[in-house]
């Protein structure tokens, strides 16, 4: 672990402590994260005592689950499953990749759309309904999906829509996380909730338990920030170290080649 690792677990260690921080998010989706990102990720995380949550590419990305896997995720989220058929083909793919395991990960489905919240109810109504451990509200894509900018994530009408949609999946005991666009400006948003029916909000990388983390302060969230700068600063030592290495052998092997010719010509 390098100098910049271990300070991301110091972060990390003081979130959890003062913040309600319980985990980090990584995206194979949007994100576009890397295995090997991710298991450097999932070290830095596991040494704050803290637990990986990974979103997949879709809803039957079996390999991203393998890679889930392999990294030690604690939950998995597939992004824009919109219908009862979409949410059945996530729970098989899940079951074919974790077999008798699956009952050591949680299974969450992104609602990101207009569309995934009309067809919500017969979503809810599946056999396999029971195998869905919770949902996660990404109010980004849901504002986009109406046809409005990210500035409209804390507005009435995506609050009205969250609650109902959050009082219709803790009827059936799943858990409620709500993302995208969050800040120190969503905290009403989160505070308009009933009691219980709010498990978790998160940043794009910082996962916040509720409902202690209703109360955070505004520097709860300028932490969040203070480490995905970090993660991002880490990633671009890294790649531009193994860039380095190969410039250096570029300009090696461009000279040997060179002179290889020279000789051949003369």
Request: overall charge negative; glycine content about 8%.
């Amino acid at each position: 672990m390098n100098k910049l690792e271990k300070q991301m677990v110091s972060l990390l260690s003081e979130m959890k402590d003062r913040y309600h921080v319980g985990g980090i998010k990584a995206e194979f989706e949007a994100e576009g994260t890397r295995l090997e990102e991710a298991m450097r990720l999932k070290d830095v995380v596991s040494a704050a005592g803290l637990g990986l949550n990974i979103k997949i590419g879709g809803c039957e990305a079996i390999k991203d689950m393998f890679d889930a896997i392999s990294i030690g995720a604690e939950r998995i989220i597939a992004p824009m499953v919109e219908t009862p058929y979409a949410l059945r083909k996530f729970l098989k793919a899940a079951h074919i990749a974790y077999g008798d395991s699956i009952d050591e990960v949680d299974l969450l489905v992104n609602v990101e759309t207009i569309t995934t919240y009309h067809n919500f109810d017969e979503m809810l109504k599946i056999p396999e309904i029971a195998e869905l451990d919770g949902i996660v509200m990404g109010r980004v894509d849901f504002t986009g999906s109406l046809g409005l900018g990210r500035e409209s994530v804390n507005k009435p009408e995506m609050l009205e829509k969250t609650l109902i949609l959050a009082k219709k999946a803790k009827e059936k005991g799943l858990q409620v996380v709500v993302g995208g666009g969050v800040s120190v400006d969503s905290l009403p948003f989160f505070k308009a909730f009933p009691a219980g029916h709010l498990d978790r909000f998160e940043t794009r990388k910082v996962i916040f338990n509720c409902p202690g983390a209703i109360d955070n302060p505004e520097i709860a969230f300028l932490k969040a920030v203070e480490f995905e700068l970090m993660w991002l600063k880490n990633k671009r030592d890294y790649y531009q170290r193994i860039a380095k290495e190969d410039e250096d052998r570029i300009v090696m092997m461009e000279t040997r080649y060179r002179k290889a010719i020279e000789q051949i010509e003369r």
